[in-house]
């Protein structure tokens, strides 16, 4: 009796995809899912060290930035952006960018399946007051 090899084609290979905002970003085209990058927030670009390659071309390559969207609500500027990849325009992950001023500080934040999640805050004032020391 001869057996068949059940063998899954790469083409027939089940995607990890994750959805936001009704867009499926894919776990399969990244390193690390969501790395955290500290205070580094990009406000537009793409982290290639983490882009392993497409999972549906096989390529590694540079990607475009599609449907950049900046809107402002109650104060904050929103920033959205989809990273496809340049070879078959297969969307590899939506980034979102924030910015906005809280009393006397700049805060930012990132958040993209790609880029990773930071945040940063900075003071608006010449002397940063989280620096200063008491004097007693």
């Known amino acids: 009796m001869r057996r068949r090899s059940r063998e899954v084609s790469s083409s027939r290979k ?3 995809a994750c959805f936001v905002d009704g867009v499926a970003m ?3 085209c990244v390193e690390k899912e969501y790395p955290n990058r500290g205070n580094t927030c990009l406000e537009n670009g793409s982290f290639l060290l983490n ?3 497409c999972a549906v071309c096989s390529k590694r390559d ?5 449907n950049k969207s900046l809107k402002e609500e109650d104060g904050e500027e929103i920033v959205t952006y989809d ?4 070879n078959c325009h297969h969307v590899i992950a939506r980034h979102e960018y924030t910015f906005s001023i809280m ?3 700049q805060e930012y934040t ?5 880029c990773g999640k930071a945040e940063d805050t900075i003071s608006i004032l010449p002397d ?6 008491l004097l007693f």
């Open 26 to 28: 894919c776990g399969d």
């Open 110 to 114: 990132m958040l993209c399946l790609l």
């Open 128 to 133: 940063d007051p989280r620096q200063m020391t």
């Open 83 to 86: 990273h496809l990849c340049k």
């Open 14 to 16: 089940r995607r990890r």
């Open 51 to 53: 882009f392993t390659g």
């Open 62 to 66: 540079f990607m475009l930035i599609t």
């Open 103 to 105: 009393d006397e500080f």
